[in-house]
């Protein structure tokens, strides 16, 4: 048997789980704990093959988290317990992949102090509708009023991270900083602008700038000349998001909720082949399982403009989304909605009134 500094290594093994808690992590209410996995078997494209899940128990409840590829043979879950705490994860036995089934780990979430709320409310837990149904509280009843900024394009390179040099001017950090200090608690985001380097969209000198910092693209481009049918949607580039998870964790810890978009209505998405169409589901589902960690408002699509053709047609999308996604509900169950003309109610109530 080894020996270090004159003690058994299994002895020094025991004392080290005790001093730890038993082995089991600690962390706090509404902190991510992140679990990485890594796939045994070969896929063709893993983003739209694997159907992984976590399912994750606490003190007053169960809760269903996808888990996302992130490029290679890696695939994420991020859980967050909603309640102090032992908690425990299970990823089942679905997917026939040895490196993915049959996994499971405990950790236990600790309160914050209501000193340390007052510094970051997003500890307060996961926004919700209020019981009188027309306000929004914090999971601790305390009110929540949504004051935010409109930045479509935070999560790409016209923000930088650490750097003035992006289109806005101003670094990501120092911007919302300065939102920040104005009594701003929120931004209004699109998460991706998948033709935008084909297409343009807004501004001419911004067009093909809304891609991540290092010029990856959210989807792949299957040809660069064709501005209607150029992306294929079914293949997300990981590592797009891979630079704006760090902007989406940092807005968690300023104290900020952003209003999370998925695409805007111009991308040509309705109108792909079937495959394409369906592939809506992979991507909320990929943004759920990325970033429903995080306390958020989710909008089915940015659907700013257009006629009742337009609007039906994203619509059609978003209901089989919901459908196959448990009802539409998110992780946590955050608010989600539909950023459109007019009124919700005359637009996406009569075309999609599941949603």
């Not at 032992?86 to 780990?105: E, M, P």
Request: positive net charge; proline residues 5%; aromatic residues 14%.
């Amino acid at each position: 048997m080894k020996k270090f500094a004159g003690f058994p290594l299994i002895v020094m093994v025991l004392i080290l789980t005790t001093l730890s808690g038993r082995g089991v992590a600690v962390t706090h209410v509404c902190e991510v704990v992140e679990e990485v996995f890594y796939a045994e078997k070969d896929y063709a494209n893993a983003y739209m093959e694997v159907d992984l899940w976590v399912e994750l128990t606490g003190p007053r409840g169960t809760y269903r988290i996808p888990a996302f590829w992130d490029g290679g043979d890696t695939f994420r879950a991020r859980l967050v317990a909603t309640q102090p705490g032992r908690w425990q994860w299970s990823t089942g036995n679905k997917t026939g992949d040895s490196g993915l089934d049959g996994k499971s780990g405990t950790f236990t979430a600790d309160a914050w102090t209501e000193a340390e709320k007052a510094a970051n409310p997003n500890r307060r837990g996961f926004i919700r509708v209020a019981s009188n149904k027309h306000t929004l509280e914090y999971a601790d009843g305390t009110p929540f009023f949504y004051t935010g900024d409109t930045w479509w394009c935070a999560l790409t390179g016209v923000y930088r991270w650490d750097s003035d040099e992006g289109a806005s001017g101003i670094s990501f950090q120092k911007a919302i900083a300065l939102r920040k200090a104005q009594g701003f608690n929120g931004l209004n985001i699109i998460a991706c602008f998948p033709s935008d380097t084909i297409k343009g969209i807004w501004d001419r000198s911004l067009h093909g700038k809304k891609v991540a910092e290092d010029g990856s693209k959210p989807f792949e481009i299957s040809n660069p000349k064709d501005s209607k049918r150029g992306i294929d949607y079914t293949w997300i580039n990981p590592k797009y998001w891979q630079h704006a998870d760090r902007k989406m964790k940092h807005m968690w810890e300023q104290g900020f909720v952003p209003y999370l978009e998925t695409v805007r209505r111009h991308e040509n998405w309705p109108y792909e082949r079937e495959a394409e169409k369906d592939a809506f589901t992979n991507y909320v589902r990929y943004l759920w399982a990325r970033y429903g960690c995080y306390n958020m408002m989710f909008s089915w699509v940015h659907a700013d403009a257009g006629n009742d053709t337009v609007q039906k047609a994203w619509g059609q999308l978003a209901v089989k989304a919901h459908a196959s996604l448990g009802d539409g509900r998110m992780p946590y169950g955050q608010p989600r909605g539909v950023m459109c003309p007019g009124s919700s109610k005359n637009y996406w109530y009569r075309l999609s009134p599941r949603l």
